[in-house]
């Protein structure tokens, strides 16, 4: 009998495959990028609630003051979440920044007109809103390249945001946004439900260390041409999986980006090739009798505007209950036990 191969399919036999490339030679990096950031971890529990904790989750429902500007409203993802945030009844601002080729240009998203500024007047647009609207949550769809300059001015302006866009330099960004002390969420995914599994990860990785030493790693990971970096959300998977022992290169994650090969081998509903992220995880043992595999798929973008909105209104009910100034993440608006 021959030995088994090391490729992973799928699909099963008969049908269209991706079969992963062979990995060797694998060495572990360090540090490893972390989802929880430097939060302890606890028990998602609450046990009681004071009365003004009570008026600051009354006072943050849906349309009760709070306003956001959606920076990137052009994308798919900016015009999701302002229609996400308009349907739970959140002000839009209808300001919104962009690159140099569209300032200037007007985007009509929920029958709201929204004019889309350029890089050169966004300081002194932003301290313009925020004068207006001093309740503003500014959120952050735009692209890796703008993430750390994006940050900087939001820090500088001192408005709270929630920074949903992946890629630029994660240790600069917390850096600054530290330094600042300012309210913020940050987070490389906003879908609750992968959210949680992140979670069960990192709590995996820390309480049995190296359970996975030895085994190898193959990793796929799917979405819209358009999504120019590599998932934040993998990373983070990644670096649970290297400590528990498996060495792993971030640089070799398989990245499928060919609308005809997501259709055809990753098996992507042909209607979602625009807006999709699928992930596979596969593990093989030394020897090759054992095999482990996590995978989770998502089509569409509601999962994550739907989250988005909810990073919003936990930032607004920290703000208005004077907690800490700092950078919050999913897993702390998971824990907080108020979404929608």
Same mark, same amino acid.
């Given at each position: ?43 998602? %529990? @609450?046990?009681?609630?004071? !009365?003004? #904790?009570?008026? +600051? ?7 009760? =003051?709070? *306003? ?125 439900? %992968? @959210?949680?599994?992140?979670? !069960?990860? #990192?709590?995996? +990785? ?7 030493? =030895?085994? *190898? ?124």
């Amino acid at each position: 009998m021959s030995s088994p191969t090391p490729s992973v399919f799928l699909h099963p036999s008969g049908s269209p495959r991706l079969a992963f490339a062979s990995r060797k030679n694998q060495t572990l990096v360090k540090p490893r990028v972390s989802f929880l950031t430097n939060v302890k971890r606890r028990l998602p %529990v @609450v046990l009681s609630m004071t !009365a003004t #904790e009570e008026g +600051a989750v009354k006072s943050v429902l849906p349309g009760n =003051g709070i *306003s956001i500007m959606v920076n990137g409203c052009t994308g798919k993802m900016g015009k999701a979440v302002i229609k996400a945030a308009d349907s739970a009844g959140v002000n839009i601002v209808p300001t919104s920044f962009g690159s140099a080729s569209e300032a200037g240009q007007t985007v009509e998203v929920c029958g709201k007109e929204i004019t889309v500024h350029g890089p050169t007047e966004r300081q002194e647009v932003l301290s313009s809103v925020f004068e207006k609207h001093p309740e503003l949550i500014v959120v952050d769809y735009t692209i890796p390249t703008a993430v750390n300059d994006n940050a900087e001015l939001y820090s500088k302006v001192d408005v709270p945001f929630v920074m949903g866009t992946t890629g630029g330099d994660r240790g600069k960004l917390y850096e600054a946004v530290e330094k600042a002390r300012i309210y913020a969420v940050i987070s490389p995914q906003m879908g609750k439900q %992968v @959210v949680a599994f992140l979670a !069960a990860m #990192e709590i995996m +990785a820390e309480q049995f260390p190296g359970a996975f030493s =030895g085994y *190898s790693l193959e990793v796929m990971e799917s979405h819209q041409a358009s999504k120019l970096d590599a998932s934040g959300t993998a990373k983070a998977v990644i670096s649970c999986f290297q400590e528990l022992g498996v060495s792993y290169d971030m640089d070799q994650i398989q990245l499928i980006r060919d609308p005809k090969e997501q259709v055809e081998m990753v098996g992507v509903p042909e209607e979602h090739v625009s807006g999709h992220a699928f992930h596979l995880y596969h593990l093989t043992s030394p020897d090759e009798t054992v095999s482990f595999e996590f995978q989770h798929n998502v089509c569409g973008r509601s999962i994550y505007a739907e989250g988005t909105v909810d990073a919003v209104l936990f930032l607004a009910k920290k703000i208005r209950l004077k907690a800490d100034q700092r950078i919050y993440n999913m897993i702390d608006v998971l824990r907080e036990g108020n979404m929608r």
